[in-house]
């Protein structure tokens, strides 16, 4: 395993409780990276706990949403870890803020070895919270990890949908083709200049009739309420050549066998609402919801305390990794 030089002082986007003990763990996953993450234990916690290991939003660090719903559940009781993925944040992989369905589904397996393992964790009780576009990983992984007892998705984003259809499934076949060649063109000058493309994260500015999830994203990703250095959503963005593997690779495929609790999170107003109701539609079993929160947008889930129904999340992981 990779030694990494983390950064010890706090730097999230979010206050530091008083309510738990925060520590940098590391750990592999089964591609060989070393993935870095916070661990978040309860104080004054004795024996063994139920845990919960989270990731996203999708090109985010953890010390951005992830960490804070890490934060505020460990807070409630639970070990939670809050994860970098490959290519990103404080763990390995070259080249940067690359991505891939595949690794990134391996990356939260890896995160539930590491808590499977842990003394102060009960390995029959672990839970999955994926936000935004690891909320479709996260099915992913519970369509084929029995580990998983229950499984939260926030303000879910299928990757492979969106990159290959477009936002509101807008991309036809023929458009599809003209994106797979310009995507194409771009890796032959990436191997030719020896360094990949970025497209760039959230833009500094966006025109007036930018759409208004973009303008969303910007109040989150570019100001003091979200912004973060190794974020690559405030910064440079992920390789752009990585939406060929998305394109190509489908997400959630098997979410109709997944047999542990499911609970889909997801805002009425959100653009992207439209992932978690097509997907829920696809979940069978009595322990399935959608739980739609009425006037929150895409962005409202990933920081606004008065909106994310933490209440209603520790009631399902207690219901179902307790069962």
Same mark, same amino acid.
């Given at each position: 395993?990779?030694?990494?030089?983390?950064?010890?002082?706090?730097?999230?986007?979010?206050?530091?409780?008083?309510?738990?003990?925060?520590?940098? =763990?590391?750990? +592999?996953?089964?591609?060989?990276?070393?993935?870095?993450?916070?661990?978040?234990?309860?104080? +004054?916690?004795?024996?063994?706990?139920?845990?919960?290991?989270?990731?996203?939003?999708?090109?985010?660090?953890?010390?951005? #949403?992830?960490?804070?719903?890490?934060?505020?559940?460990?807070?409630?009781?639970?070990?939670?870890?809050?994860?970098?993925?490959?290519?990103?944040?404080?763990?390995?992989?070259?080249?940067? +803020?690359?991505?891939?369905?595949?690794?990134?589904?391996?990356?939260?397996?890896?995160?539930?070895?590491?808590?499977?393992?842990?003394? +102060?964790?009960?390995?029959?009780?672990?839970?999955?919270?994926?936000?935004?576009?690891?909320?479709?990983?996260?099915?992913?992984?519970?369509?084929?990890?029995?580990? =998983?007892?229950?499984?939260?998705?926030?303000?879910?984003?299928?990757?492979?949908?969106?990159?290959?259809?477009?936002?509101?499934?807008?991309?036809?076949?023929?458009?599809?083709?003209?994106?797979?060649?310009?995507?194409?063109?771009?890796?032959?000058?990436?191997?030719?200049?020896?360094?990949?493309?970025?497209?760039?994260?959230?833009?500094?500015?966006?025109?007036?009739?930018?759409?208004?999830?973009?303008?969303?994203?910007?109040?989150?990703?570019?100001?003091?309420?979200?912004?973060?250095?190794? #974020?690559?959503?405030?910064?440079?963005?992920?390789?752009?050549?990585?939406?060929?593997?998305?394109?190509?690779?489908?997400?959630?495929?098997?979410?109709?066998?997944?047999?542990?609790? =499911?609970?889909?999170?997801?805002?009425?107003?959100?653009?992207?609402?439209?992932?978690?109701?097509?997907?829920?539609?696809?979940?069978?079993?009595?322990?399935?919801?959608?739980?739609?929160?009425?006037?929150?947008?895409?962005?409202?889930?990933?920081?606004?305390?008065?909106?994310?129904?933490?209440?209603?999340? =520790?009631?399902?992981?207690?219901?179902?990794?307790?069962?």
């Amino acid at each position: 395993m990779a030694e990494l030089n983390l950064v010890q002082e706090w730097d999230k986007t979010f206050p530091k409780s008083d309510k738990v003990n925060h520590s940098k =763990v590391t750990f +592999n996953n089964r591609y060989g990276f070393t993935l870095a993450a916070d661990m978040y234990v309860p104080k +004054n916690a004795e024996g063994k706990l139920p845990a919960i290991a989270v990731m996203g939003p999708f090109g985010a660090c953890k010390e951005q #949403s992830a960490g804070l719903y890490a934060q505020t559940m460990a807070e409630r009781g639970f070990v939670t870890i809050a994860v970098d993925p490959s290519f990103m944040g404080e763990s390995t992989g070259t080249p940067r +803020n690359m991505a891939s369905p595949d690794i990134n589904t391996e990356d939260f397996a890896a995160a539930v070895d590491f808590l499977y393992v842990q003394d +102060n964790v009960d390995p029959e009780k672990i839970g999955t919270i994926g936000i935004c576009g690891f909320g479709g990983m996260a099915l992913n992984l519970a369509s084929m990890d029995m580990r =998983v007892k229950a499984t939260v998705t926030s303000t879910m984003y299928n990757m492979s949908r969106v990159n290959k259809d477009g936002y509101f499934d807008a991309i036809d076949e023929d458009a599809r083709y003209e994106l797979l060649k310009q995507l194409n063109k771009t890796r032959t000058e990436d191997f030719r200049k020896g360094k990949v493309t970025y497209p760039g994260g959230v833009p500094e500015t966006l025109p007036k009739d930018a759409p208004w999830f973009f303008k969303d994203y910007q109040k989150y990703y570019k100001t003091d309420r979200g912004y973060h250095v190794r #974020s690559a959503n405030s910064n440079e963005g992920r390789v752009d050549t990585a939406k060929l593997q998305f394109i190509n690779m489908p997400t959630a495929t098997n979410s109709s066998e997944i047999r542990s609790a =499911v609970l889909m999170i997801h805002g009425e107003k959100a653009h992207s609402c439209y992932f978690s109701k097509d997907e829920f539609k696809k979940l069978k079993g009595a322990n399935k919801e959608l739980m739609i929160i009425p006037g929150a947008t895409h962005v409202d889930l990933y920081d606004n305390l008065e909106v994310i129904p933490f209440d209603k999340m =520790v009631e399902f992981f207690n219901k179902y990794l307790n069962a």
